[in-house]
């Protein structure tokens, strides 16, 4: 089965920027979806399609993808964005939904 | 405006089987290229797609775990139904319902039901 592979933790200072990767392969030919999962809550789109973002997410955070891995960039980070963020691919060769193992975003 | 709620019970036995089912409002499953999926969280771990039905009736499984499940819609109703067999405790886990328009992503999620399976 097809596997996204996500850092388990980043951590960030306040106002820098996050980066958090997702590996897979072939990634290039699939589109990555972001969520956000806030403790206790259910998990929200941030990004579609590898950069699109659905209304309400602020233009601080952006996706984008190089070789086999894309990448969700947060900019000027608050203490509000700390959450689990997952990446997320359909696998057409299975008909399978993935989502990668997730990555706890913590802002110093 | 899109809203999902997932309903069932909160504990369920060992090999017993577990019923959810999804209300929704915002949207007919009825219409070309909608879906609903359901996913699972067990606590402390990622997220994990279980299935998923189409407007058309068409249906997909998680390849792990399709000889367990069943999904099944009520257009009339606006609801979605998984089932799931033989229920395990490690099978212990927050279920969600999400929408979505042909291969995704999941853009509106319902708040999440907690099953417990133990004896």
């Known amino acids: 089965s097809y596997v996204l592979t996500q850092p388990p933790s980043v951590s960030v200072a306040p106002g820098q920027a996050a980066k958090i990767t997702c590996g897979g392969s072939?990634?290039?030919?699939?589109?990555v979806h972001w969520y956000q999962q806030r403790p206790g809550q259910a998990p929200v789109q941030v990004v579609y399609d590898e950069r699109d973002r659905p209304s309400g997410i602020p233009e601080r955070v952006s996706g984008s993808k190089s070789g086999n891995t894309a990448t969700l960039t947060i900019s000027r980070v608050e203490a509000g964005d700390e959450a689990d963020y997952y990446c997320q691919v359909w696998d057409s060769s299975h008909d399978d939904w993935v989502f990668g193992g997730g990555t706890k975003l913590t802002v110093l | 405006q899109i809203t999902l709620k997932e309903s069932g019970p909160t504990l369920v036995k060992p090999t017993q089987t577990l019923t959810l089912t999804c209300t929704f409002s915002?949207?007919?499953?009825?219409?070309?290229?909608?879906?609903v999926g359901w996913i699972r969280q067990p606590p402390g771990k990622a997220l994990e797609w279980l299935a998923l039905?189409?407007?058309?009736?068409?249906?997909r499984y998680s390849p792990s775990l399709q000889s367990r499940l069943t999904i099944t819609a009520d257009t009339s109703k606006n609801q979605v139904v998984l089932t799931m067999t033989n229920m395990d405790p490690v099978d212990t886990a927050t279920y969600y319902c999400?929408?979505?328009?042909?291969?995704?992503?999941?853009?509106?999620w319902g708040q999440g039901a907690l099953v417990t399976v133990s004896s």
């Open positions: 915002g949207f007919s499953l009825s219409t070309t290229a909608v879906g």
């Open positions: 039905i189409y407007w058309n009736d068409a249906k």
């Open positions: 999400a929408h979505m328009i042909w291969s995704g992503p999941f853009d509106y």
């Open positions: 072939n990634i290039g030919g699939k589109s």
